[in-house]
């Protein structure tokens, strides 16, 4: 199944910033296959993100839920992104004040086995609405 994630365009205001992480994300992972991640790699990422309060909580490469902070979480990517691929299907999306709950279906492969799961991540944003929280659950479909 192909990545089945609307353009940022499609949107406005907190939920057009949800949309572009998804699609640097996105982004990231496949830059990752050919190399080694540059700062600069992460540029356009991090201009959506408040880098200094961000906070992540939920699970990750585990089954445990954690909490990370950016340079952790960049330190994550890395290594996950190198040898896996990334595909979302947006299921729903609501935005109210400085918060957007995103529901996804995701599919995480690496090493010819791809994980699927529903997730609902709650992006909060700051007064200068830049990402500082996320807070992930995941409901394991199945692999494939």
Do not use: C
């Amino acid at each position: 199944m192909a990545n089945e994630m609307p353009k940022s365009t499609d949107f406005t205001g907190l939920t057009q910033k949800v949309i572009a992480y998804s699609e640097e994300f996105a982004g990231i992972v496949e830059k990752a296959k050919s190399g080694p991640l540059e700062a600069s790699d992460w540029a356009g990422i991090e201009a959506l993100v408040n880098v200094d309060a961000y906070e992540r909580m939920g699970v990750f490469l585990g089954p445990q839920a954690e909490v990370i902070d950016w340079p952790k979480y960049k330190y994550y990517v890395s290594q996950y992104a190198a040898g896996s691929s990334w595909e979302g299907t947006l299921r729903h999306v609501t935005e109210q004040a400085n918060r957007v709950i995103l529901e996804l279906e995701e599919r995480n492969s690496r090493d010819g086995v791809t994980d699927v799961s529903n997730t609902v991540t709650i992006y909060e944003f700051d007064d200068a609405q830049k990402l500082r929280h996320l807070d992930v659950y995941v409901m394991p479909l199945g692999k494939r």
